[in-house]
């Protein structure tokens, strides 16, 4: 019997999708039959801009100094994260500017140009790595790095971009940065005291930032549903969002993956480059069209990243296990 016949069976399953995804899915649904009206509308507001801050905050409490010194020897990597996340994203955004209003409602595509300013995500980039045998200290240094980077870059880089068409005013990017890196550098003072506490626990941060972004969700979807967002957005519209997702994602995968092999990065670096360059973040996502966005405007802005969100998570999850599958086969001398 040969090697090759021992080899174990790859059958391809499609992976099931995460609890988070259903209560998000859940949260939409709910929004959509029982959105926030009158005197309860002001409360989930309040309750979401409570859970902004203690998102961030936390965030800042649990992201190490230490860790982003340490990231900053590996710069081809760190520079090609950036480069994919705040560059050339924006680009293939700008680049579809023509189906707007043509092949998709334009309040979608402002959602897709907001989408591509995002961050990278942290916790699924270093999963993923993780996952395909990639180098985890370095993924965990550029995505908290990108984390850290786009809570000035992405309002600024917003406002830039969807000057024109969406209003943004340089008060709108003020405050978002006021709102966000004000409990974030908090967090960070307090790192030294709380960081282990939160790292030990992380049930709790977990929780945190799920339950803020569902929060958000429903806020959001609420007052856009109150103003007919489902009147405004077809179903052919979502299918048009949902190509348009996949084909960024494509893109930037592959160019990213590319750019990495011409860089001669070594292969465990070459993933965490790949799956850190290629994702956006919803925790960062959610909270920032909260407040660029206000009032029913968001709901429409964050439907592109929910729909991106959930294609990033299947996509990454088939390659980083087609991966490690060839790590072993490596390690065993199966491989070709």
């Not at 000057?163 to 960070?188: D, K, W, Y």
Request: glycine share 8%; hydrophobic share 55%; with cysteine.
């Amino acid at each position: 019997m040969t090697r090759m016949a021992e080899a174990p069976s790859r059958r391809f399953r499609w992976p099931r999708p995460d609890r988070f995804t259903l209560f998000l899915v859940g949260t939409v649904l709910l929004a959509s039959f029982l959105p926030a009206r009158g005197g309860f509308a002001p409360l989930v507001d309040m309750v979401g801009r409570v859970a902004i801050f203690l998102l961030f905050f936390l965030h800042g409490a649990m992201l190490s100094r230490r860790a982003v010194l340490e990231s900053l020897g590996r710069w081809k990597l760190h520079l090609g994260v950036l480069s994919a996340t705040f560059i050339l994203f924006p680009l293939i955004g700008l680049a579809l500017r023509p189906v707007s209003g043509h092949l998709i409602a334009p309040e979608l595509y402002t959602g897709i140009l907001f989408l591509c300013c995002l961050p990278s995500t942290v916790q699924s980039s270093i999963a993923f790595t993780s996952i395909a045998r990639g180098n985890v200290p370095v993924a965990v240094c550029a995505a908290s790095a990108s984390s850290l980077i786009g809570i000035v870059v992405t309002p600024l880089l917003t406002g830039l971009l969807l000057a024109r068409q969406s209003g943004i005013s340089l008060g709108a990017v003020g405050s978002i940065m006021l709102t966000i890196l004000l409990p974030f550098m908090l967090g960070q003072i307090c790192s030294g005291w709380i960081g282990g506490w939160l790292k030990a626990r992380k049930p709790i941060t977990s929780l945190v930032d799920r339950g803020s972004i569902l929060i958000m969700v429903y806020a959001a979807f609420g007052k856009a549903v109150i103003e007919g967002i489902w009147h405004m957005v077809s179903i052919a519209d979502l299918l048009v969002l949902i190509l348009l997702c996949m084909l960024i994602l494509a893109i930037v995968m592959v160019v990213v993956l590319r750019a990495a092999r011409l860089a001669g990065l070594a292969r465990a670096d070459e993933i965490a480059l790949f799956f850190c360059g290629s994702k956006k973040s919803l925790v960062s996502g959610v909270p920032m069209a909260s407040v660029l966005f206000p009032g029913p405007a968001a709901g429409a802005i964050v439907l592109p990243l929910m729909v991106f969100h959930q294609i990033q998570l299947i996509v990454c999850a088939v390659i980083a296990r087609r991966w490690e599958r060839r790590a072993i086969e490596q390690e065993q001398g199966m491989a070709p």
